[in-house]
């Protein structure tokens, strides 16, 4: 068990709405990264955050916002849903200066 | 932005054979590379790593390979088990703040035969 735990493990949600996707650091790691996989493909970074601070961002629209709280949790909000929103979404948690991150089992979104 | 390609896609090999999966990256600024191995359903597990100072390392039945000219690393699988069977991810990250982020390859579904 590598600590990071994330809720909810499934969801599904109409085209249009919005999505909150919640992520528990592992003890001590103050870094989180959040993560899409489509399936048969690799996970793709989303964004990451560092002490409360968004520290780095892929190629993702602004519908996909993040927060991370004083605990080192964090959120993943996703507005105006689409279909190819549907994926594997993964958060990571690390502690700065080391490279380890440490993966929670995923929420499985299914936007129909 | 780094693009990372992994091959092959798919590896079929016997039990007790050797398995060699090929990333290749094209950012000169990611300097942490590590593996990952994802089983059906189940969470991404680091495996390996290496960090650009070093061209190779091993932990008993896996090794992995780095060249920084030709920007290529690769993953050796010793003497396959039925328990490797799994999906393997290579990342190429760079430093950020402190952190690291990396860029994933698509993947390489390794099966073992019995």
């Known amino acids: 068990e590598t600590g990071v735990t994330q809720s909810p493990t499934h969801l599904i949600k109409t085209r249009g709405q919005q999505v909150t996707l919640r992520c528990s650091s592992q003890s001590g790691h103050n870094t989180v990264s959040w993560y899409q996989q489509a399936l048969g493909q690799g996970p793709q970074f989303i964004f990451q955050y560092y002490r409360e601070e968004e520290n780095g961002r892929g190629n993702f629209p602004p519908r996909f916002s993040g927060l991370q709280f004083p605990n080192y949790s964090s959120e993943l909000n996703v507005n105006a849903l689409e279909l190819d929103d549907s994926a594997l979404y993964l958060c990571a948690s690390s502690l700065a200066g080391n490279t380890e991150a440490f993966f929670g089992q995923g929420t499985r979104l299914t936007v129909v | 932005g780094e693009n990372v390609e992994q091959h092959p896609s798919t590896l079929s090999v016997q039990e007790g054979d050797s398995a060699v999966i090929k990333c290749t990256y094209s950012?000169?600024?990611?300097?942490?590379f590590p593996w990952y191995k994802q089983e059906l359903g189940k969470r991404p597990q680091l495996i390996i790593d290496i960090r650009s100072n070093v061209g190779e390392k091993k932990d008993q039945r896996i090794a992995v390979t780095l060249n920084k000219t030709a920007k290529h690393f690769s993953l050796h699988i010793t003497e396959t088990q039925p328990e490797d069977s799994a999906v393997y991810f290579c990342?190429?990250?760079?430093?950020?703040?402190?952190?690291?982020?990396?860029?994933f390859g698509r993947g390489t579904s390794l099966i073992v035969h019995p």
């Open positions: 950012d000169s600024a990611s300097n942490y």
């Open positions: 990342a190429a990250s760079r430093a950020s703040g402190g952190s690291y982020i990396p860029t």
